[in-house]
């Protein structure tokens, strides 16, 4: 069984469900993928990890650090610094808030003293749809001056994301379909 198979079927066993849902799109679906269960227990922030990183070695990605939107990202930005990080690489993890901090440094991008100022940054998302958070983290970073290698998500539910990113010129990488999550 190959890694990204076992990743499949941990994700299935852990965050796939089935019933009546409301996805963060607003579009109805009759099953939800919920990673947080899988991405915040640690096997699963384990593979994640590590299979992002083969991944983005296997892209020739060049990152100064890796993030996206609060709060699915949280976890896969720290298991992919990580992971990285074991792997001999320098990718800080960063936060992009939905909304800018009401007090203190007043900020939507929070890590930013670890991140090369212009840096080239990867925006990680969960699950994606119709790529609408990734491509608000996307204008986020890119509004604090940095540039955007790509979003990679870990499940792709093949639902007009891709297409989303590829209108706005943002690459688009994914470790599993949704397809592969069921099959798991």
């Known amino acids: 069984m190959s890694t990204r198979t076992e990743l499949a079927s941990l994700v299935r066993r852990l965050s796939y469900r089935e019933g009546d849902f409301t996805l963060a799109s ?9 990673l947080k269960a899988t991405t915040l227990h640690p ?25 996206g939107l609060t709060l699915g990202a949280d976890p896969i930005a720290t298991a992919v610094s990580l992971a990285g990080h074991k792997a001999g690489y320098f990718w ?32 990680l ?15 986020r970073i890119r509004e604090a001056g940095y540039r955007c290698a790509g979003v990679l998500t870990v499940v792709d539910r093949e639902q007009g994301g891709r ?5 706005a010129g943002v690459p688009f990488y994914r470790l599993l379909t949704l397809d592969e999550v069921r099959k798991g």
């Open 43 to 67: 096997e699963g922030a384990e593979r994640v990890g590590r299979e992002a990183v083969a991944l983005i070695r296997e892209l020739g990605l060049q990152l100064d650090g890796v993030g």
């Open 125 to 139: 998302e969960d699950v994606t749809t119709t790529g609408g958070s990734a491509l608000q983290a996307v204008q």
């Open 163 to 167: 297409q989303a990113f590829e209108k």
């Open 92 to 123: 800080p993890a960063y936060i992009v808030r939905k909304e800018a901090k009401g007090h203190g440094t007043g900020r939507f991008l929070e890590g930013t003293e670890n991140l090369r100022m212009g840096g080239n940054l990867l925006v």
């Open 26 to 34: 607003g579009q109805k679906s009759s099953f939800y993928v919920d």
